[in-house]
């Protein structure tokens, strides 16, 4: 059986498929957040054969400096698309700097795409969930709209990228840990 075919599964039964899409509004009369869908089966992951390549990423960080993903040419990069109104965002952070974290020494990079926040509100998300990773600020959403059928208002969204720069993995709603982990890992194994 291929590996994808068997990654997959490990994917769907470890992802939580809640994304944030619209605005950032609560409801007042419960105080949750407005503007959730439920995106059912949000996971995707390329064979080799069929990965489009993805353009460099470049932006402001949300400490003001410039940024191009061109700096980790021949690294796995782990987009993660996020926003500090996000409930499933806020549910996957912990998720995302562990797995940054475990994936360093494999030469894998994380780098975070805030989307809707201003510098404070994003800088003040990163303190408080001890995020070491860099967050391009992209209020508009123009990165996502960089990705192949990658949907620019589905918030979380995350994107692994192979060793020579192609969208290997996507997937649409928060992650969890283990799943994330074992994908990223997955990616990072592969020859360049």
């Known amino acids: 059986m291929p590996r994808n075919r068997l990654l997959l599964p490990l994917i769907l039964s470890t992802a939580v498929l809640v994304g944030c899409s619209g605005s950032n509004a609560v409801d007042p009369t419960t105080g949750n957040p407005k503007d959730y869908i439920d995106l059912g089966q949000g996971e995707t992951v390329l064979a080799a054969a069929d990965r489009p390549a993805v353009p460099d990423l470049t932006g402001t960080l949300i400490d003001g400096q410039p940024f191009s993903s061109s700096a980790w040419s021949g690294s796995v990069i782990v987009v993660n698309f ?32 805030d989307v809707r926040d201003t510098a404070v509100e994003a800088s003040a998300f990163d303190r408080r969930h001890g995020i070491t990773y860099p967050s391009i600020e992209d209020p508009s959403e123009q990165t996502a709209l960089s990705f192949p059928d990658l949907p620019p208002d589905t918030i979380p969204s995350t994107v692994v990228i192979d060793r020579r720069g192609r969208e290997a993995v996507r997937i649409l709603g928060a992650v ?11 990616v990072a194994a592969e020859p360049s």
């Open 82 to 113: 996020w926003g500090s109104w996000c409930a499933p965002c806020i549910a996957e952070a912990d998720a995302v700097e562990a797995v940054a974290d475990q994936t360093a020494p494999l030469g894998v990079h994380v780098l975070g795409i």
């Open 176 to 186: 969890e840990f283990t799943g994330l982990l074992a994908v990223v890992r997955q």
